[in-house]
Structures are given as structure tokens and as C-alpha cells.
């Protein structure tokens, strides 16, 4: 007795039949090509935010009157803390270029403070947007000594 089973294969087609896994239907544009998207300015500087406050060695953002201007908004019943405070970022179609005010924490080399923010800040806007970071500015505003008060942040107004 012979064996007259044979593995199971694709189902026969007639010549010309192709399946969804061979391509588009012939006059349908790829979907990739059906339409435009645009990044907003604000949605890549709340991603480069993120990016940047992930890194160690950073305290916080945003210069000197930004710092103390958000401080206060953020004391307001219902402040949140700005994601974007000290992030800017120019979008164009196919690029991005971001500027960042960072306070570094006391004992962390600024220097490689910065190379780690501008690969986080990179990967993050390329990897989610898509676009081409073309450059990444960090200005370093101050150092962050523990036990020093902050300028404009957690300081109590006295009345003497």
C-alpha cells in the first residue's frame, strides 16, 4: 500500500489571480501615497520635551524667566508642568531642528549631558515622526547644586 497523501499547498488559481500579498490592485496608489500628513511644530517639541527630561544628569528646562514664569502657572489651581518649556522646534516637510534651555544636575558632565540629549531628542522625533532631525542645539541656562534654592522655582514669598 502506497502513501497517497501530499502536503497541503495553496488552493489552485486561475492564471492572472493574484492575492492581496503580491501587491496593490493595478491602478491603486499605495496608501502611503494617498494623502499628505503634517507634524505640528508643538507635537515635535512635546516629543523632544520627553526625550530630553528622560536623560540623567538633566534637572530641568527652560531659562532663567521661562523657569520662573511656569512656576507660577504651575502653582495655579490646575497648572500642569510644561512639556514644552525651553523646547523649540522648527518643522519643515521633510526636516526638524530643535533648540533646548536645560539646567543640568551638579557633578554631571555637561558635555556628555549633551551628546545623550541630542541622541534621545534624535531618535525620539525621527522615530516617531519620520522626519530628519538636522540638528540639535543645547544651551546650557545653569547647574542645579542640591541644597541651593532654585531661581524663581519653590522659593515662598515672605512678608516681613
Same mark, same amino acid.
Not at 56 to 72: D, Q
Not at 90 to 117: K, M, N, Q, R, S
Given at each position: 500500500?502506497?502513501? %497517497?497523501?501530499? *502536503? =497541503?499547498?495553496?488552493?489552485? /488559481?486561475?492564471?492572472?489571480?493574484? %492575492? #492581496? +500579498?503580491?501587491? *496593490?490592485?493595478?491602478?491603486?496608489?499605495? *496608501?502611503?501615497? /494617498?494623502? /499628505?500628513?503634517?507634524?505640528?511644530?508643538?507635537?515635535?517639541?512635546?516629543? #523632544? &520635551?520627553?526625550?530630553? /527630561?528622560?536623560? *540623567?544628569?538633566?534637572? !530641568?528646562?527652560?531659562?532663567?524667566?521661562?523657569? %520662573? $514664569?511656569?512656576?507660577?502657572?504651575?502653582?495655579?489651581?490646575?497648572? +500642569?508642568?510644561?512639556?514644552?518649556?525651553?523646547?523649540?522646534?522648527?518643522?519643515?516637510?521633510?526636516?526638524?531642528?530643535?533648540?533646548?534651555?536645560?539646567?543640568?544636575?551638579?557633578?554631571?558632565? $555637561?558635555?556628555?549631558?549633551?551628546?545623550?540629549?541630542? %541622541?534621545?531628542? $534624535?531618535?525620539? =522625533?525621527? &522615530?516617531?515622526?519620520?522626519?530628519?532631525? =538636522?540638528? =540639535? !542645539?543645547?544651551?546650557?541656562?545653569?547647574?542645579? $547644586?542640591? &541644597?541651593?534654592?532654585?531661581?524663581?522655582?519653590?522659593?515662598?514669598?515672605?512678608?516681613?
Amino acid at each position: 500500500m502506497t502513501d %497517497t497523501t501530499r *502536503p =497541503v499547498t495553496e488552493r489552485s /488559481r486561475p492564471a492572472g489571480e493574484t %492575492t #492581496a +500579498q503580491h501587491g *496593490p490592485k493595478p491602478g491603486v496608489h499605495a *496608501p502611503e501615497i /494617498r494623502g /499628505r500628513t503634517t507634524i505640528a511644530d508643538t507635537v515635535a517639541e512635546k516629543i #523632544a &520635551g520627553m526625550a530630553t /527630561r528622560e536623560v *540623567p544628569g538633566i534637572h !530641568n528646562l527652560g531659562s532663567g524667566m521661562a523657569r %520662573t $514664569i511656569g512656576g507660577v502657572r504651575e502653582r495655579m489651581p490646575g497648572g +500642569q508642568p510644561s512639556v514644552t518649556r525651553g523646547v523649540h522646534v522648527e518643522v519643515g516637510e521633510h526636516e526638524a531642528a530643535v533648540d533646548l534651555d536645560v539646567i543640568v544636575d551638579y557633578g554631571f558632565p $555637561i558635555t556628555d549631558v549633551a551628546a545623550d540629549v541630542r %541622541t534621545s531628542v $534624535i531618535a525620539a =522625533v525621527e &522615530g516617531m515622526t519620520g522626519l530628519d532631525v =538636522v540638528e =540639535v !542645539n543645547v544651551a546650557v541656562d545653569d547647574i542645579d $547644586i542640591p &541644597g541651593d534654592e532654585d531661581e524663581g522655582e519653590d522659593t515662598e514669598h515672605r512678608v516681613e
